[in-house]
């Protein structure tokens, strides 16, 4: 028989949208970014869960007009989480990621294409998308807009038979404002549409069983096959005389299946000297449960949708986070090409007011509520030629 193994792709993305945040930079004016390479290790470790690997970026323009960018990470995967624990064994895997993009500087109007590939060995993503951006009344006012679409193939290890597909569709639109010398602000807006077998293959939800032993029995998930979603965020950032800066995240989500979510990150950049810059951040995220989730359902095919995943319940996390970057001076650079190192950390708390730890006694149902924290690390070294 084989081992039933259960995916936590949310914590892959997490470290997705951590990395592509470090190595991606976003653009105020209509220029090209320069030439970079970067070289990083990211490793996430909490619930049971630990992720970890490499990641190389480069990034080279072809003209003043033209660039390419290419990245590549690895992440190994061992999981002895809560969910595996209480349905099935711990399990190792390893996941590869690469993306290529190409740039377009065309006077005012900066155009991108993005193809990505996610490839495990139960699940294969692939997306790709075009983004637009135009300086306008001066340059002090930007606007965006993108479509992306993805394609992703399902299955379930121990099953040559069982194959599904999924896919997503992206719109974002965004405008990035100059409001005075030091004060800038950024207003985006996304919505996403996904289609297709949405859930888990190795997720199951429980229910009172009172012919069983130990009174819970378990049976898959069912979920809808249509999921469509909204966010916007706020985005300021407030630069000091003495090189210092402030910034401001404010992002609301809510979705079909009723899940409403706030995301709230304060951050302050500090500089020491010429080379040292400190970064310190504290970011809150609160989200109420889809509709067709519950802990425990009262019998087997209590409803038409059913779910059991930790994170479509009513949970919260806290995230303090430490960043240091280095600005190499030119004795420990490469020739006359300008480098950086950079270490940074984040602390994460869980907090689930729904979701109770099935491993812990109680007696079903009345087992205490899940928590958990992880760290985040993030450590790397670019180079800009």
Same mark, same amino acid.
């Given at each position: 028989m084989a081992v039933t193994r259960i995916m936590n792709h949310t914590v892959c993305k997490l470290i997705t949208l951590l990395l592509v945040s470090i190595n991606v930079p976003l653009s105020w004016a209509a220029i090209l970014e320069p030439d970079r390479a970067d070289a990083l290790y990211h490793s996430y470790e909490g619930g049971g869960m630990k992720i970890d690997g490499p990641s190389v970026l480069l990034r080279k323009k072809a003209s003043e007009s033209l660039a390419f960018t290419g990245y590549y990470y690895l992440d190994s995967i061992s999981s002895a989480s809560v969910d595996v624990l209480s349905t099935a064994s711990p399990y190792t895997e390893k996941r590869h990621e690469g993306q290529i993009g190409v740039e377009y500087l065309n006077d005012k109007t900066l155009m991108t294409f993005n193809a990505r590939q996610s490839d495990e060995d139960d699940y294969l993503a692939q997306s790709f998308s075009i983004n637009v951006s135009q300086d306008t009344f001066g340059d002090l006012t930007n606007l965006s807009l993108g479509v992306s679409?993805?394609?992703?193939?399902?299955?379930?290890?121990?099953?040559?038979?069982?194959?599904?597909?999924?896919?997503?569709?992206?719109?974002?639109?965004?405008?990035?404002?100059?409001? @005075?010398?030091?004060?800038?602000?950024? +207003?985006? !807006?996304?919505?996403?549409?996904? #289609?297709?077998? /949405?859930?888990?293959? $190795?997720?199951?939800?429980r229910?009172?069983?009172?012919?069983?032993?130990?009174?819970?029995?378990?049976?898959?998930?069912?979920?809808?096959?249509?999921?469509?979603?909204?966010s916007s965020k706020l985005s300021a950032s407030y630069f000091l005389p003495y090189r210092?800066?402030?910034?401001?995240?404010?992002?609301?989500?809510?979705?079909?299946?009723?899940?409403?979510?706030?995301?709230?990150?304060?951050?302050?950049?500090?500089?020491?000297?010429?080379?040292?810059?400190?970064?310190?951040?504290?970011?809150?995220?609160?989200?109420?449960?889809?509709?067709f989730y519950s802990d425990l359902f009262p019998y087997q095919d209590a409803q038409n949708y059913l779910a059991r995943d930790k994170e479509l319940s009513d949970?919260?996390?806290?995230?303090?986070?430490?960043?240091? @970057?280095?600005?190499?001076?030119?004795? +420990?650079? !490469?020739?006359?090409?300008?480098? #950086?190192?950079? /270490?940074?950390?984040? $602390?994460?708390?869980?907090?689930?007011?729904?979701?109770?730890?099935?491993?812990?006694?109680?007696?079903?149902?009345?087992?205490?509520?899940?928590?958990?924290?992880?760290?985040?690390?993030?450590?790397?070294?670019?180079?800009?030629?």
């Open positions: 679409y993805g394609d992703n193939e399902i299955r379930r290890n121990g099953d040559d038979l069982f194959e599904e597909q999924s896919q997503q569709y992206r719109i974002r639109a965004g405008i990035s404002q100059i409001l @005075t010398r030091n004060l800038t602000a950024q +207003l985006n !807006f996304e919505a996403i549409a996904d #289609e297709g077998y /949405l859930n888990n293959p $190795y997720r199951t939800v229910f009172i069983d009172t012919t069983s032993p130990s009174g819970v029995g378990y049976q898959s998930e069912v979920y809808p096959e249509t999921r469509n979603s909204f210092a800066a402030l910034f401001f995240h404010y992002r609301y989500f809510n979705d079909s299946w009723e899940i409403n979510a706030n995301d709230v990150e304060l951050g302050y950049r500090h500089p020491i000297g010429d080379y040292l810059e400190l970064e310190f951040k504290v970011r809150y995220y609160q989200q109420t449960q889809a509709e949970f919260n996390d806290l995230t303090l986070g430490l960043g240091v @970057t280095y600005l190499m001076p030119e004795s +420990l650079s !490469f020739g006359d090409n300008r480098s #950086e190192a950079s /270490l940074q950390w984040d $602390y994460i708390t869980f907090d689930y007011s729904n979701f109770r730890d099935p491993t812990a006694e109680g007696g079903v149902g009345n087992e205490p509520f899940y928590s958990f924290s992880a760290n985040v690390i993030r450590a790397f070294y670019s180079i800009y030629f």
